[in-house]
């Protein structure tokens, strides 16, 4: 593009010309760049163009879009306003250090703008002004002319070099005046001119020895500038031939970094005249400032040897001029081109002009993260390049425009699984050897709330002892999350039925209890506990944990029957014709808390007449010792102490009045049996006598039921082969009433008691007020019976009235 642009630029200024230079652009229609035109040596700050006005960007823009201004080399020159939109000098500008004598001097930038991403070229033609004066390389112009030298004989001169261009340089030479020499300009074949002094009067030595005359050099500037050399011409005996070149105009072609010591020509040129007349003698003439100390010409020989290594970027050719001079003074010039071939000896260049340090990770694909400029300062397929970067990385390079590569997303960031990257590129030229260079862009993926909290376990299981005083640690939960920052800052919460009896610790998510437990309330629970992290948006998650409360013994026994109520104490009568261990009466106790706690032990702390009665260990059944005599006392009590199988244990003690009477018959169940001895009948023999024991037990039981009923209402005790002990309407303390499922009692539902295992057998219904069964199980009044290897019973008892 620069080639293209530089002649666009050339027909700009055509166009322009009629324009004052701080006001000539355009737009290149050819090219899609912007072209502005304006002198060298502006001072900085000076504004070049309003670039946004003239390219139709809103000034808003400007900034929202990170516009700027980059140049194609290292050195900036100008930068851009992003409150007004105008171009901005940065730095000076001299168009001879930047382009030589090049016409055009055109300097490429681009104006960046992203989000999107578009890039303008800008030209910026520099126009050249008259600040520089025409100078000669020898101040001091030494000629030797023979006195008999030919009218009309012309000598060259050395011309004056003006660093500045067009009308700005060299445009005329003068002469001081004098009556034998005369000035004229030579035009070569290159079209350069130079000055020849022309002999117009014949020389006399011995008349005028010395001539001292002044060679002015005029540019074309307004105001014009000039520079002037002296020249001292020596009168001197005949010289009659001068030196002349083999071919005026030397052209070589060498290959750039050619070593030291390189022969680009030798000159050749020859002299007729003989002795010190006919040697000759080779010299620049005139030597650039920048080809100083880089050629060499031998004075001798004529060889023009490289000293320093051409550099072809720098400049793809050079003109010297060369001079031989013999021994008498006189010389002749030739002119030498030096075209340098370019070889692939520039790496590219990879420039980063933008990068986004950061990218968050959820930035979706075909974001712009950098933009690299890469080029090659040689010139044909050596600065061809191609740009690529490793194929394991989320992104990739893509070229809207030349020698610009956009690094864009190319896939799904998660910083979870890559945090960081850095991302080489590598740009490779078509030259032989193929040259390349590499940059690493360093980019941090950001985080956002992607990642919900997970917990260690999606349940929880504790066994927490009842009665912990309140804010006792529970249990500790832990979520994590996978993200970083505030997004992995989570806060553990509680539903709001759980308020009541748990708090947690928002931050380290610790469970504590706001008030005790109650095994006997509830046996377990669970809860779900939920975790937030602080993202936009939050992600919460939830897991469970279970409760079990461990039961303590904190609950004393309590003796539901015999009633113990002040004032009100139960009678139990025995026939006295009642055999050893014959059933008398059941001390029925409850114990709210469950297992071992809630195992109960019985045994006699006193009795009336001791050896008497016994009372079984777990089972609570008083039965005979032995045979009553006929003088023992009618009435007998016994004080009988429950406890429980707590580590500490707890009791309680109950009273039981026993009536002796006589004429009660006895009853055989009531009777316990000796089993062992059932061992030896056949399996058909025992079902026959159980099958009659049962038929006439029922028989017989039904007849003494209904004559006891009416003879002793609501005083004697009766007990049936059914397994439905009814307790008279104040059994067990006031306002409790059922004896749920849960083996656990509550207030006016629920009682809990343990009986060993065969107690159905010998369960019993206590003469009184009660309730029948049908109504207590339509109402829901029951208790359930259970224990160590005991089988569950159902027992009516009294509703609360």
């Excluded at 001292?232 to 005949?238: G, K, R, S």
């Excluded at 030798?266 to 100390?293: C, Q, V």
């Amino acid at each position: 593009m620069g080639g293209e642009c530089h002649r666009h630029a050339e027909e700009g200024r055509d166009e322009n010309k009629n324009l004052s230079r701080q006001e000539q652009s355009l737009e290149c229609s050819v090219c899609s760049s912007y072209l502005r035109i304006f002198p060298e040596e502006m001072q900085r700050g000076s504004a070049i163009g309003n670039v946004a006005r003239d390219l139709g960007i809103d000034v808003t823009e400007l900034v929202r879009r990170n516009a700027r201004v980059v140049a194609e080399g290292s050195r900036q020159f100008c930068e851009l306003s992003t409150e007004t939109g105008s171009l901005l000098v940065s730095e000076r500008m001299d168009r001879e250090e930047l382009c030589v004598q090049s016409a055009p001097c055109v300097l490429q930038f681009q104006l960046l703008l992203e989000n999107p991403l578009k890039v303008y070229s800008l030209l910026l033609d520099i126009q050249d002004i008259n600040d520089n004066s025409p100078t000669f390389e020898n101040g001091q112009i030494e000629l030797e002319l023979l006195e008999s030298t030919d009218l009309g004989r012309r000598f060259p001169l050395e011309s004056a070099h003006d660093p500045d261009i067009g009308a700005n340089s060299v445009q005329h030479y003068q002469l001081s005046e004098n009556e034998y020499f005369a000035l004229e300009m030579y035009t070569q074949v290159d079209r350069n001119a130079y000055p020849e002094l022309v002999l117009k009067k014949p020389l006399d030595r011995e008349n005028q020895a010395d001539h001292f005359l002044t060679l002015s050099g005029v540019d074309g500037g307004r105001p014009f500038r000039s520079g002037a050399a002296s020249i001292h011409i020596h009168v001197l005996d005949a010289n009659d031939n001068v030196p002349v070149f083999g071919q005026s105009v030397y052209k070589v072609s060498v290959q750039e970094n050619s070593p030291r010591g390189t022969v680009l020509v030798k000159l050749n040129a020859t002299d007729l005249d003989s002795g010190i007349y006919g040697e000759i003698s080779y010299s620049f003439n005139h030597m650039p400032d920048k080809m100083r100390g880089v050629v060499e010409v031998d004075h001798v020989t004529g060889e023009v040897k490289v000293m320093v290594a051409l550099d072809y970027e720098q400049a793809s050719s050079h003109e010297l001029d060369l001079q031989a001079k013999d021994g008498g003074g006189q010389s002749s010039h030739c002119k030498l081109i030096i075209d340098v071939i370019d070889v692939n000896d520039n790496s590219p260049v990879i420039v980063v002009k933008s990068t986004t340090s950061t990218v968050p990770e959820d930035a979706s694909p075909g974001t712009m993260v950098a933009l690299l400029h890469v080029y090659d300062l040689d010139t044909g397929t050596s600065g061809w390049v191609t740009c690529k970067i490793s194929d394991d990385v989320p992104f990739k390079l893509v070229s809207e425009v030349k020698n610009y590569f956009m690094l864009v997303i190319d896939g799904v960031l998660d910083r979870e699984k890559c945090p960081h990257y850095n991302i080489t590129m590598t740009a490779v030229d078509a030259g032989t050897p193929p040259l390349f260079s590499s940059k690493t862009v360093a980019i941090t993926i950001t985080d956002v709330n992607d990642n919900p909290p997970i917990f260690r376990h999606s349940d929880y299981s504790i066994k927490f002892v009842e009665n912990q005083p309140q804010g006792t640690l529970v249990i500790k939960v832990r979520a994590e999350d996978a993200d970083e920052g505030q997004n992995a800052r989570i806060l553990y919460s509680l539903p709001e039925d759980a308020a009541s009896h748990l708090s947690i610790n928002a931050e380290t998510g610790e469970i504590f209890t706001l008030r005790p437990f109650d095994y006997e309330s509830s046996t377990h629970f669970h809860v779900q506990v939920m975790a937030r992290d602080e993202g936009r948006p939050s992600f919460t998650s939830t897991c469970t944990v279970q409760i079990f409360i461990a039961d303590q013994n904190d609950n004393a026994p309590v003796v539901l029957y015999p009633v113990q109520l002040d004032g009100y104490l139960a009678h139990d009568i025995v026939p006295r014709a009642a055999p050893a261990d014959y059933l008398v009466t059941k001390v029925v106790v409850i114990d709210a808390d469950a297992g071992y706690n809630a195992w109960l032990s019985y045994r006699i702390v006193k009795a009336t007449q001791p050896n008497l009665f016994s009372i079984g260990l777990h089972c609570g059944e008083i039965r005979t010792l032995r045979p009553f005599a006929e003088g023992e006392e009618i009435k007998q009590t016994l004080i009988i102490s429950v406890s429980d199988n707590g580590l500490e244990s707890l009791s309680a003690t109950a009273t039981v009045n026993i009536i002796i009477e006589d004429g009660l018959p006895i009853i055989d169940e009531l009777v316990a049996h000796d089993t062992d001895k059932l061992h030896g009948n056949s399996d058909l023999t025992l079902y026959l006598i159980m099958a009659l024991a049962a038929m006439s037990s029922l028989f017989l039981v039904l007849i003494i039921g209904v004559v006891y009923m009416r003879l002793c209402r609501y005083r004697y005790m009766y007990r049936s082969t059914t397994n439905l002990p009814v307790f008279p309407p104040t059994y067990g303390p006031p306002g409790y009433s059922d004896v749920s499922c849960f083996n656990t009692l509550q207030k006016d539902d629920q009682y809990n008691s343990f009986l060993t295992t065969g107690s159905w057998k010998r369960d019993f219904r206590f003469g009184s007020d009660f309730v029948d069964l049908d109504m207590l199980n339509k109402r829901g009044t029951s208790l359930h019976v259970g224990g160590h290897s005991a089988t569950r019973a159902k027992l009516l008892v009294p509703h609360k009235l």
